[in-house]
């Protein structure tokens, strides 16, 4: 579903004394359809940026991008909202996407205009159909954002995103400012679209028991480079890269 071939982007610095920074460095990746691919790393080894390149919303300095093998590198912003219904994002602070002066029922509704998927009326029930999809209830529709829960809002950003019907979504540490418990019920509910949507993920996390619980693959990123890939299994219990390995025995020692 999915292919990056030699993806590079570098960050430059405005002023004459900084330093440019290699964000991405010649990253090739295939994601299959129907599988969700953990990408894992420290912070500031160019997770985040691979995930918005893959959706053309940075720049690149160099690459090829192919979604459903149609090569969509050289497409303008112009050709790719035609795209963005395919393929979406749920960003870690879901709440900074939504309007915080409009309503979560204005919030739900943008999408269906911008793409002009259907009238009002008919766009009013997949709205509701959506929100009870993702367990949340019609009364919700005329709250603002500050008036839910961390919870309540990330379901309202699986709900914008599922009512497009996306084949391919970016979780970019969509769980990681919730409590473990929300956290679980976040976890089950995308499992249940995966099974019952047929979604695509690539699941950007620290979280290496989530990854390890949740993706079918796992891709290990350092300084900007994907340095060992594979089933969540077999990296997690026999990583053959040394950063690899001291990754994830950092992670086990602080997990006790």
């Known amino acids: 579903m999915i292919k990056v071939n030699n993806l590079t982007k570098i960050y430059k610095k405005n002023n004459l004394k900084g ?13 299959k359809q129907g599988v969700t691919l953990g990408l894992i790393g420290e912070s500031g080894c160019g997770k985040s940026t691979l995930g918005r390149a893959i959706l053309k919303l940075i720049s690149l300095d160099k690459g090829m991008i192919y979604f459903n093998n149609i090569d969509i590198t050289k497409y303008s912003q112009k050709d790719m909202i ?5 393929m979406q ?4 602070h879901p709440d900074t996407s939504l309007n915080p002066s409009k309503t979560i029922l ?20 997949e709205i509701k159909k959506y929100l009870t999809y993702v367990g949340l209830k019609e009364e919700l529709l005329s709250r603002y954002p500050h008036q839910l829960s961390g919870g309540q809002i990330q ?13 391919f979504i970016v979780l970019d540490e969509a769980t990681s400012m919730l409590d473990v418990s929300v ?47 594979g089933k969540v299994s077999k990296i997690y219990n ?19």
Request: proline residues 2%.
């Open 106 to 125: 204005f919030s739900l509704f943008e999408p269906i205009l911008i793409h002009k998927l259907m009238n009002k009326n008919d766009a009013l029930l």
């Open 19 to 31: 330093t440019n920074f290699l964000a991405l460095d010649d990253v090739s990746i295939h994601i």
């Open 238 to 256: 026999n990583a053959t890269n040394d950063y690899t390995k001291k990754l994830i025995e950092a992670f086990k020692i602080l997990a006790k």
């Open 155 to 167: 379901r309202i950003a699986l709900a914008r995103a599922l009512i497009l019907k996306p084949k």
């Open 89 to 92: 994002i749920i960003f870690q």
């Open 183 to 229: 956290q679980a019920q976040i976890i089950e509910l995308l499992n249940k679209i995966k099974k019952e949507l047929s979604v695509t993920y690539l699941f950007i996390s620290h979280d290496l028991d989530l990854v390890n619980n949740f993706c079918d693959e796992v891709a290990v990123m350092h300084k900007g480079n994907i340095i060992e890939k």
């Open 82 to 86: 035609a795209l963005r219904k395919d």
